[in-house]
């Protein structure tokens, strides 16, 4: 069984950076596609990035492109999103996610393990 948890949330001013972790156990993480998505309050969980594992290995959402980054380190079986130059509509929960067949996507559907989720604040 594949088990995600997600660390690093909190609050920070506009502008402002955080960096969320996503720790992997279960599978041989090196080999699946590493997602994350975000929801906010009242609205429907929307992607944010995935990392593949071969090259060209990244894709964003327009509304993070250029802010926002995703790396792995397989190694420690962890998945990292740093988030750079932060808006107040960058408030929400945000997961990452896996999936058993390796292909990017970003309909959450596409996905088959979640993280519990963490939030991330962002005060003007």
């Known amino acids: 069984q594949v088990q995600l948890v997600e660390s690093g949330g909190g609050l920070v001013q506009a502008g402002g950076s955080l960096r969320l972790s996503c720790a992997a156990s279960g599978r041989t993480f090196s080999n699946y596609i590493m997602a994350w998505f975000r929801q906010a309050p009242g609205n429907e969980r929307e992607f944010v990035g995935f990392i593949r594992r071969s090259v060209p290995n990244t894709y964003y959402a327009d509304s993070v492109k250029g802010r926002f980054s995703i790396s792995r380190d397989n190694a420690k079986n962890t998945v990292y999103l740093q988030m750079n130059s932060l808006k107040p509509e960058d408030t929400a929960v945000y997961y990452c996610?896996?999936?058993?067949?390796?292909?990017?996507?970003?309909?959450?559907?596409?996905?088959?393990?979640w993280g519990q989720g963490i939030q991330v604040t962002v005060s003007s």
């Open positions: 996610a896996t999936n058993v067949h390796g292909l990017g996507s970003t309909s959450r559907d596409g996905y088959d393990y």
